[in-house]
């Protein structure tokens, strides 16, 4: 491509420059520069829309950007609705109440769980290959610094009085045994999947646990760490920073250190407080959460309760959760198409 590259010039642009180059991890962006060309999609469309109503105080819905995608067309939209956006309170630690209610997405997700506490199907785990010898008792260390360091891996759901609530348990409180558990590399994967699959039962347990695995008979001293946390407390996208934690903390233990981090400005459960805040009560005609139920109520109406689509197979009475992965080539021209045709519409 060897259209000029054109920098941009205007605060909307510089910010909306900056908002691309953070959220997609890229250095430079220009004004031509299309969002989906770069590498975006519409999941990271979300959290760019995010981004730029709160800088701008403005409403930026995820279409917008699918209707202009370059920094000078996104910034033409905006400049005319710039400063006109819904007054939201700042996203801060402040005083919490005596009993801290769950987020919606929280209560969502306390639901499912006590619905089947069981299921590992909310479950998120990550699998780090270490190679070399671990010191056990520092990596034990590490994860009380890391539990410390985020409410909601140490933070429990119970129901109080027909309630839900957040009783956030202190570090010293929550098992942290740290065991290096021997495996054969023929093991190695039924071993980590039986760990990764058990259940959490969110009201009673924490929802994070961890397991060290130490390869037997290798050539080189060889672990596993695999940690889990449940969907209530995380995200795909919270395991990247949770495993820079560990290790930042790991290699603080080692040399006999408490990790030097700076602590966190907002824990989950001052977020639940402002989006509480910030959503209002359904009982208020006029607060966004009322508006939300109206628009979304209006938009599912006579929507089927179940999408019937072809398989070839019966759907079978009790979900299974089972899946499996397929693999297949295509051609570069082909996938170029795919593509094309994919940011077009």
């Given at each position: ?5 054109r920098a941009p ?120 290959r270490l190679r ?128 030097s981090w700076t ?83």
């Open positions: 491509d060897d259209k000029v590259f010039e205007t605060l909307i642009e510089h910010t909306i420059a900056r908002v691309f180059t953070d959220v997609l991890g890229i250095d430079t962006v220009g004004l031509d520069d299309s969002f989906f060309a770069l590498g975006g999609d519409s999941l990271v469309a979300t959290r760019v829309a995010a981004r730029l109503g709160a800088a701008l105080n403005t409403e930026i819905s995820v279409r917008l950007l699918f209707e202009a995608s370059t920094v000078a067309a996104l910034a033409t939209h905006i400049e005319q609705h710039a400063g006109t956006g819904r007054q939201r309170p700042p996203l801060i630690a402040g005083p919490r109440p005596e009993l801290v209610p769950l987020a919606p997405a929280q209560q969502r997700m306390w639901f499912l769980n006590q619905y089947e506490p069981g299921s590992g199907a909310y479950n998120i785990p990550i699998a780090i070399g010898e671990v010191n056990v008792d520092a990596m034990r260390l590490a994860m009380v610094d890391v539990l410390r360091r985020h409410e909601s891996l140490r933070t429990r759901y119970p129901d109080h009085d027909g309630t839900l609530i957040q009783l956030i348990e202190s570090a010293d409180d929550v098992d942290h045994e740290m065991t290096s558990v021997p495996f054969l590399p023929s093991q190695l994967i039924a071993m980590v999947t039986e760990f990764v699959i058990e259940g959490f039962d969110v009201s009673t347990q924490v929802p994070v646990r961890a397991r060290l695995f130490r390869a037997v008979g290798s050539e080189e001293p060889e672990y596993v760490l695999t940690v889990v946390v449940h969907h209530i407390a995380a995200d795909g996208l919270s395991m990247a920073p949770l495993a820079r934690d560990v290790t930042t903390a790991y290699t603080a233990r080692i040399r006999g250190e408490a990790p602590p966190l400005p907002v824990q989950y459960a001052d977020y639940a407080l402002w989006q509480r805040a910030t959503l209002g009560s359904p009982d208020d005609p006029e607060s966004l959460c009322a508006q939300q139920i109206r628009y979304w109520t209006e938009t599912l109406d006579g929507a089927p309760v179940e999408l019937r689509l072809p398989c070839d197979r019966p759907r079978p009475v009790v979900m299974s959760y089972r899946g499996a992965t397929g693999s297949y080539s295509l051609r570069a021209g082909l996938v170029g198409a795919l593509k094309g045709f994919a940011r077009q519409h």
